[in-house]
């Protein structure tokens, strides 16, 4: 659709550029002719006097308004500058319908990650409640302790519907977001997929911002058209030149259409001036100005709206990054631990429920590790469209 618009501002600068241009046409026509005796008695008796007669016709015409005061070349202008602005509508559409795509399908391999970790606390949990059994059976828990286990198993297996809701909502929008069918890429939902490295973006300058950003481009180029409307309601003050032409050849007699005795031609210079129509034209020029103004400040808004949303972004991304971090770190001190837990069970230091706590802890470690990781990655996505797209990974090592 987007696309398409940038076909239609091509197709009306055309027109423009059309009426800058002489209009010329061509005509010819053959006319019969037969005169009324009764509706002009006493014509039969004059000499040479011809009741039936054709005439034939053969010319053509031109017609040209003379831009005398730029108003057609202003107009061409703001021609261009709403191709530019459709233009850029276009780069921001092609832009959001990346991220999206790019957005949904992070959260899918997030929330696959967060199902797997979910998977086995489940596991885990169960594992603790078959022990807790045996435990309330020998009577070294009460029926209390065992409903807290329990509640806990219930509450984590309650979660699981919603992340394969998540999974299979995720797969089946991928499916409109290409063009295709929303089962196009459901096959995504039953696969493990990899996790997508989250890299340092280079930022770069704010200037670099403002060009890369396609909201700014098209709010530039729509303030740069209104601009150029201002110069094409001021052309009104002033007389408007017009130059009319027209010639050819006529005569009764086809053999004699092209002799010199049958041409004909005139031309008309004309000249128009709206002297006063009750201010109208002032108040167009009016409106041109305040449409103008507030294309501007539209412009303005643009920019304080893009450098908000990618200091948020960079933000966002930022302490996500750092919220990862801490949580990998939190899922290798708990791995150490189960580890050391597993040890010290072997051998007979703890027993069995304070093993299977340690694990019930390294997969709740797990699977905050996974939230992390999707919260980042669409954090990710978010920065890639606050800065307007187009961004590389800085490289390796680099320290900014």
Not at 192 to 202: F, S, T
Not at 220 to 231: D, P, S, V
Not at 281 to 291: K, N, P, S, T
Not at 316 to 323: I, N, P, S, V
Request: hydrophobic share 45%; net charge negative.
């Amino acid at each position: 659709q987007a696309l398409l618009r940038v076909e239609e501002a091509r197709a009306r600068r055309a027109q423009i550029r059309a009426s800058a241009l002489p209009s010329v046409g061509a005509d010819a026509s053959v006319t019969a002719l037969q005169q009324s005796l009764n509706a002009n008695p006493g014509f039969a008796q004059i000499p040479g006097f011809q009741r039936e007669l054709e005439i034939y016709d053969v010319g053509g015409s031109l017609a040209w308004q003379i831009d005398l005061w730029g108003q057609t070349r202003r107009a061409l202008e703001a021609g261009d500058a709403r191709i530019e602005g459709a233009i850029a509508a276009a780069n921001g559409a092609r832009l959001a319908v990346a991220i999206e795509t790019a957005s949904t399908y992070l959260a899918l391999i997030g929330y696959q990650s967060e199902r797997g970790a979910l998977l086995a606390s489940i596991a885990a949990q169960r594992e603790l409640l078959a022990l807790s059994n045996i435990q309330l059976r020998e009577g070294e828990i009460s029926r209390a302790d065992l409903l807290l286990v329990e509640s806990e198993l219930a509450r984590i297996e309650a979660e699981l519907p919603r992340l394969d809701v998540e999974i299979r909502a995720a797969a089946l929008a991928l499916g409109p977001l290409i063009g295709e069918l929303p089962e196009r890429e459901i096959a995504l939902a039953t696969e493990d997929r990899n996790e997508v490295a989250l890299l340092d973006v280079p930022v770069g300058l704010r200037a670099d911002l403002l060009r890369r950003r396609p909201d700014i481009a098209r709010a530039e180029r729509e303030l740069a058209a209104e601009t150029a409307e201002i110069g094409v309601a001021r052309a009104e003050l002033f007389p408007q030149l017009r130059l009319n032409a027209a010639g050819g050849f006529s005569s009764i007699a086809l053999d004699t259409l092209f002799d010199g005795d049958s041409t004909s031609y005139s031309i008309v210079p004309f000249l128009s001036w709206r002297v006063f129509e009750g201010g109208r034209i002032r108040a167009e020029i009016d409106l041109a100005q305040l449409e103008a103004r507030r294309a501007a400040l539209a412009y303005e808004q643009s920019i304080l709206t893009a450098l908000e949303e990618t200091e948020t972004a960079i933000a966002r991304y930022d302490l996500g990054r750092e919220a990862l971090a801490l949580s990998e770190r939190a899922a290798t001190l708990s791995a150490e631990n189960y580890r050391l837990a597993r040890i010290q069970f072997q051998y007979g230091a703890i027993d069995q429920l304070r093993l299977q706590e340690a694990e019930r802890g390294l997969r709740n470690a797990e699977r905050g590790r996974a939230i992390a990781y999707r919260q980042a990655s669409l954090a990710m996505a978010g920065l890639y469209a606050a800065l307007g797209g187009g961004w590389q990974a800085a490289p390796s090592g680099d320290p900014s």
